[in-house]
């Protein structure tokens, strides 16, 4: 099993509508999770850490599910902006400072 | 703005010529990390800095070293390019004991070697 895994998408979805992503890791010592943004040949940028009491930003909702060890990403009324590829990020407490990144997910949002 | 800079943001090197790709912070933050991201892949780590102290990643290849002088600039030294080195390098940085532990990323370096 990969350490952290996403759907590589794409995901097609019409402007307005709603999107959810998930992402699965297989280390259960992991502590601390993140969504990324990441738009055509830019760097990563930080979309909204995970807790594990879920967190909502705006339109955006963030999920852990530590039993399953996977996190989701809710996009609501999404946007053309919103248009990117969103990469999980998994961070190892029991391995300082080891940052695992997913492949990511490529969303299209469609006018 | 405090910020991770880049420098260059585009560098053409040729095969086997040595490259040094630069990265400084004015963040103060103790970890730097060096990715590489070749097109439609997640960044791979290549090794990371917390304070002085070097971590290697196992499968990063003997080609490529880093060097930290200090808290604020981080070197990627690329010793004999080869074409299969050809892609963006991200430098990012964070506060190893702070409670978000997020990384702040630089805008990268994209690397060609002809």
């Known amino acids: 099993r990969k350490e952290v895994e996403q759907d590589p998408g794409p995901f097609n979805v019409p402007e307005g509508a709603t999107v959810a992503f998930n992402c699965t890791y297989s280390?259960?010592?992991?502590?601390?999770f993140f969504w990324y943004r990441q738009d055509c040949r830019k760097e990563p940028k930080l979309l909204m850490s995970?807790?594990?009491s879920g967190n909502e930003d705006g339109r955006f909702t963030a999920q852990l599910n530590r039993a399953s060890q996977y996190i989701s990403l809710l996009i609501r009324d999404s946007k053309l902006s919103d248009s990117a590829t969103y990469l999980c990020v998994v961070k190892w407490e029991n391995r300082d400072d080891k940052i695992i990144f997913g492949k990511g997910t490529r969303l299209h949002i469609l006018p | 703005d405090a910020m991770v800079i880049q420098n260059p943001r585009y560098q053409v090197t040729q095969f086997g010529k040595p490259v040094t790709l630069s990265c400084s912070q004015t963040?103060?933050?103790?970890?730097m990390y060096w990715y590489q991201q070749k097109s439609s892949q997640a960044p791979k780590l290549l090794f990371h800095y917390y304070d002085k102290d070097f971590n290697n990643e196992a499968d990063t290849p003997d080609n490529f070293q880093s060097r930290r002088p200090n808290t604020s600039f981080c070197f990627l030294d690329i010793r004999s390019p080869g074409l299969g080195d050809a892609a963006m390098y991200l430098c990012a940085t964070s506060l190893r004991d702070s409670p978000t532990r997020e990384q702040y990323f630089g805008p990268g370096t994209r690397l060609t070697v002809t």
């Open positions: 963040l103060n933050h103790n970890v």
């Open positions: 280390n259960s010592a992991s502590q601390s």
């Open positions: 995970v807790y594990s």
